[in-house]
Nanobody, 121 residues
Framework: QVQLVESGGGLVQAGGSLRLSCAAS????????MGWYRQAPGKQRELVAV???????NYADSVKGRFTISRDNAKNTVYLQMNSLKPEDTDVYYC???????????????WGQGTQVTVSS
């Protein structure tokens, strides 16, 4: 099994910055894609940014130019640098990993517990 632990959420004023971190641990054989999603109450979880093990990235249009995703493969950790934050970025942010654990045949989807990001106007 793979566990994901997020950190770095909090309260910030509009225009400010936050950096989220997510560390994967457990019986990890390989991690393919890591990423961040966000979800507001009553809404569907949506993609924020993802990054492959090779470093290819994809961003939601709403965060392009403001957020940067990066990854440390040696530490099994993914980061999300969020700049120029807006009130509409307020959400619970979830870390995601598509990973294969030792003893398993294929890859599975894993989620962190979520971290609250609140941007005040």
């Amino acid at each position: 099994q793979v566990q994901l632990v997020e950190s770095g959420g909090g309260l910030v004023q509009a225009g400010g910055s936050l950096r989220l971190s997510c560390a994967a641990s457990g019986s990890i054989f390989d991690i393919n894609v890591m990423g961040w999603y966000r979800q507001a109450p009553g809404k569907q979880r949506e993609l924020v940014a993802v990054i492959t093990s090779g470093g290819s990235t994809n961003y939601a249009d709403s965060v392009k130019g403001r957020f940067t995703i990066s990854r440390d493969n040696a530490k099994n950790t993914v980061y999300l640098q969020m700049n120029s934050l807006k009130p509409e970025d307020t959400d619970v942010y979830y870390c995601n990993a598509v990973a294969r654990s030792y003893g398993s045949i294929g890859y599975a989807n894993y989620w962190g517990q979520g971290t609250q990001v609140t941007v005040s106007s």
